[in-house]
């Protein structure tokens, strides 16, 4: 079946630093990769996507590159805020599990100033 | 858009009684939604599918008895909780997939705090 494998928590970054979340996964045919952020309070929010291999997915400057090679999507973040403090998810949708989506077990970031 | 709403946000009771939850879809149909349970510190398990008009289906080990999933119309639907136990006590996340949209696409409600004394 389909597993995905998140880089263990918690992340503690001070503001501008360089974010690397990783993400490998296990999955039959060819899945789209996601990840989610979860705010505190709030639910689950699609920060980015890749359908196929070697796309980028990118959004509020985070990036993640789909490689299939490595079957790796890690989330990537140049400078980051104290706004970034949340619960990052990755997932994938698809292969085996058509629609349904399995989520790796999330990691924690928290920014200080 | 796409908002998906649950209520209640949290919920206290007592052992053997029954907890309803609702997902709601505030501004678009969603033939398809999905039920998730999420320990402390770990991940979404999905729990079952739920598909407007018809039975949903439920994960391998999830007891559809004890979790009873209503999706009556194209922007609710309804996880019962029955004979609700301590083990119970959870975080519960829906997520609701636009009709016609790809399949892969799924809004998250805000979770249900459940807590069994």
């Known amino acids: 079946g389909n597993s995905v494998t998140q880089m263990e928590g918690p992340v503690t970054l001070s503001e501008e630093a360089f974010l690397t979340i990783n993400c490998t996964y296990t999955a039959t045919g060819y899945p789209s990769l996601f990840w989610y952020v979860q705010y505190p309070g709030e639910g689950l929010q699609l920060l980015l996507k890749?359908?196929?291999?070697?796309d980028k997915g990118s959004n509020k400057g985070f990036e993640a590159t789909y490689r299939k090679e490595t079957t790796s999507f890690h989330l990537e973040k140049g400078s980051v805020q104290v706004s970034d403090s949340a619960v990052y998810f990755c997932?994938?949708?698809?292969?085996?599990?058509?629609?349904?989506?399995?989520f790796g077990q999330g990691t924690i970031l928290t920014v200080h100033p | 858009g796409a908002v998906v709403s649950q209520h209640p946000s949290w919920v206290i009771c007592k052992s053997g009684t029954s907890v309803k939850i609702e997902c709601r879809s505030l501004d678009f149909q969603a033939t398809t939604m999905f039920w998730y349970r999420q320990f402390p510190k770990q991940s979404l398990m999905l729990m079952a599918t739920s598909n407007e008009g018809s039975k949903a289906t439920y994960e391998q080990g999830v007891e559809k008895d004890k979790f009873l999933i209503n999706h009556a119309s194209l922007t609710l639907s309804t996880l019962t909780v029955t004979s609700a136990h301590p083990e119970d006590s959870s975080f519960y996340i829906c997520?609701?997939?636009?009709?016609?949209?790809?399949?892969?696409?799924?809004?998250f409600g805000p979770g249900t705090r459940l807590t069994v004394l």
């Open positions: 890749a359908t196929k291999a070697d």
């Open positions: 997520s609701a997939n636009p009709s016609g949209s790809n399949t892969d696409t799924q809004y």
């Open positions: 997932a994938l949708a698809g292969g085996t599990s058509y629609g349904k989506l399995t």
